[in-house]
């Protein structure tokens, strides 16, 4: 495989990646969502050492607060590509339709 060239290499992966469920990458969307907002709430309550007189472009989390809405932003543009390739339409793991049709593939 490393003596593919690169077009070769990325047809291969772009084949895995179409490989993962889409229900998957809607749970890692949901994950990511989860932990940006967590890291947004924590930057916002944040102190903010009003009293010290800070410049108020170095307080204290405005850096997490950025990389926790970069998180959200890039959380939801996940689950939107998920949900477009079906993810709500798949059935899940643990209902009867998807055992009875993948019992053939154990």
């Known amino acids: ?3 593919l060239p690169l077009s070769e290499k990325n047809q ?6 179409s490989q993962r469920p889409p229900r998957a ?3 890692d ?3 990511w969502i989860a932990l940006g907002l967590a890291v947004l709430v924590g930057s916002i309550t944040m ?3 009003e009293h010290q007189n800070i410049n108020p472009y170095t307080v204290p989390g405005l850096l ?3 990389l926790g809405i970069a998180m959200v932003i890039l959380g939801s543009v996940l689950g939107v590509r998920s949900w477009r390739r079906g993810a709500a339409m798949q059935p ?3 209902s009867p339709a998807w055992t009875a049709n993948n019992a053939s593939a154990w």
């Open 64 to 66: 997490p607060g950025l």
């Open 29 to 31: 969307a949901i994950g």
């Open 92 to 94: 899940s793991p643990r």
């Open 47 to 49: 102190d903010r050492l």
């Open 1 to 3: 495989m490393d003596n």
């Open 25 to 27: 990458d809607l749970r």
């Open 12 to 17: 291969e992966t772009s084949a895995e990646e």
